[in-house]
T-cell receptor, first 114, second 111 residues
Framework: KAGVTQTPRYLIKTRGQQVTLSCSPISGHRSVSWYQQTPGQGLQFLFEYFSETQRNKGNFPGRFSGRQFSNSRSEMNVSTLELGDSALYLCASSLTSGASSPLHFGNGTRLTVT | AQRVTQPEKLLSVFKGAPVELKCNYS??????LFWYVQYSRQRLQLLLRHISRESIKGFTADLNKGETSFHLKKPFAQEEDSAMYYC?????????????FGTGTRLTIIP
């Protein structure tokens, strides 16, 4: 079974631009979660989607948004990029949206904002 | 708010020595706890979770509700155990089932 696939692997953007990251979950997985990983803050939860609906949201500004499509693929969008948005963005999928369903992570998209 | 604390950022242990990676959490009740591991150049992956009560790669972790801890242990460290370890928790059925991670501990096994 193919793992979680995130594209692109690397992105360089300038302040003020917007960016869209993509995540394809493991086949059959219906829940997709997004995390931001930085050296200072570690892994911070952004949001979770299940069956095209946002179920949970972390403490990030409205510039961070996401969506999930009917095939469970998910996209994350960040508008008006700031230098502090530079991070590794991880996507994780799970079979269901529930505490007993472990997360399977992708390799991440490394975003650099200059 | 739920919080996970991993007090050690770095931990070095000699090969063959016992390993203990500490994890404490804040909240009462019955959380679900996990250990995730990230080996060099690999993706973050689940190592074990407390409800399974299993031993993976020689690692075990016991949930101690009294001390609100979920320490990861292995009696004899191996070089391939060198990695970044993250403790994580989730509170089911609270309408907020996000997984909260600790800041991680980098374990280095000295040959």
């Amino acid at each position: 079974k193919a793992g979680v696939t995130q594209t692109p692997r690397y992105l360089i953007k300038t302040r003020g631009q917007q960016v869209t990251l993509s995540c394809s979950p493991i086949s059959g997985h219906r829940s997709v979660s997004w995390y931001q990983q930085t050296p200072g803050q570690g892994l911070q939860f952004l949001f979770e989607y299940f069956s095209e609906t946002q179920r949970n949201k972390g403490n990030f500004p409205g510039r961070f948004s996401g969506r999930q499509f009917s095939n469970s693929r998910s996209e994350m969008n960040v508008s008006t990029l700031e230098l502090g948005d530079s991070a590794l963005y991880l996507c994780a999928s799970s079979l269901t949206s529930g505490a007993s369903s472990p997360l399977h992570f992708g390799n991440g998209t490394r975003l650099t904002v200059t | 708010a739920q919080r996970v604390t991993q007090p050690e950022k770095l931990l070095s242990v000699f090969k063959g020595a016992p390993v203990e990676l500490k994890c404490n959490y804040s909240y009462s009740g019955s959380p679900e706890l996990f250990w995730y591991v990230q080996y060099s150049r690999q993706r973050l992956q689940l190592l074990l979770r407390h409800i399974s009560r299993e031993s993976i790669k020689g690692f075990t972790a016991d949930l101690n509700k009294g001390e609100t801890s979920f320490h990861l242990k292995k009696p004899f460290a191996q070089e391939e155990d060198s990695a970044m370890y993250y403790c994580a928790l989730r509170y089911p059925n609270f309408g907020n089932e996000k997984l909260t991670f600790g800041t991680g501990t980098r374990l280095t096994i000295i040959p």
